[in-house]
């Protein structure tokens, strides 16, 4: 039983994991003894991240981590975010990098355009707040059209095979903008 953990940028995003884990499950395209435990990243370049990532590299047989960049350059994000993997973990390290923020999945899903701020784009449209984060992308996924239209997002299909490749040996740290 594979055993995988997820670091999300703030706790919001935690929820996100935890309803893509249920809608993965339910849509039968990640087997139930698929475990994932998800939690708050403790302050990116902290110490406390680093010995946070290196007790979970070693206790789980995958590592994600999902940090926005913010529409900062995707090399600069990777590069900056692989300094904190330990050298020893470096090789099964696996940085992807999306654009923005997490929201960008959402306006994805639902056929917008994704621009500067994706967070900005929802506050206009449906007054989005961060702590709703969990439960508009709940309602997102449970449109069928537009689980199948994210399905496609190639920063989204990367995270998904993260999931749910059954290789104990890859780590694989997923960088989200």
Not at 17 to 27: A, N, Q, Y
Not at 37 to 59: N, Q, V
Not at 67 to 93: F, I, L, M, T
Not at 145 to 172: G, H, I, P, S, V
Request: charged share 35%; with cysteine; hydrophobic share 35%.
């Amino acid at each position: 039983m594979p055993k995988i953990f997820v670091f999300t940028e703030d706790s919001y995003g935690v929820g996100v994991i935890e309803i893509l884990k249920r809608k993965l499950h339910t849509e039968r395209m990640l087997p139930w003894d698929h475990r994932i435990k998800s939690d708050a990243i403790p302050g990116l370049c902290s110490s406390k991240f680093k010995r946070a990532l290196e007790t979970a590299c070693e206790e789980y047989d995958k590592v994600v981590i999902l940090v926005d960049a913010h529409g900062e350059g995707e090399k600069h994000v990777k590069n900056r975010e692989s300094v904190h993997v330990p050298d020893h973990y470096k090789g099964k390290a696996h940085i992807i990098v999306n654009k923005y923020e997490i929201e960008e999945w959402i306006l994805y899903a639902k056929g917008h355009k994704i621009r500067n701020k994706p967070s900005e784009e929802l506050k206009k449209s449906i007054r989005y707040e961060k702590h709703m984060l969990p439960d508009v992308f709940r309602r997102t996924i449970d449109n069928s059209k537009c689980w199948r239209r994210l399905m496609n997002y190639a920063k989204f299909k990367e995270l998904l095979k993260a999931l749910t490749r059954n290789d104990r040996e890859a780590y694989a740290f997923i960088v989200q903008a």
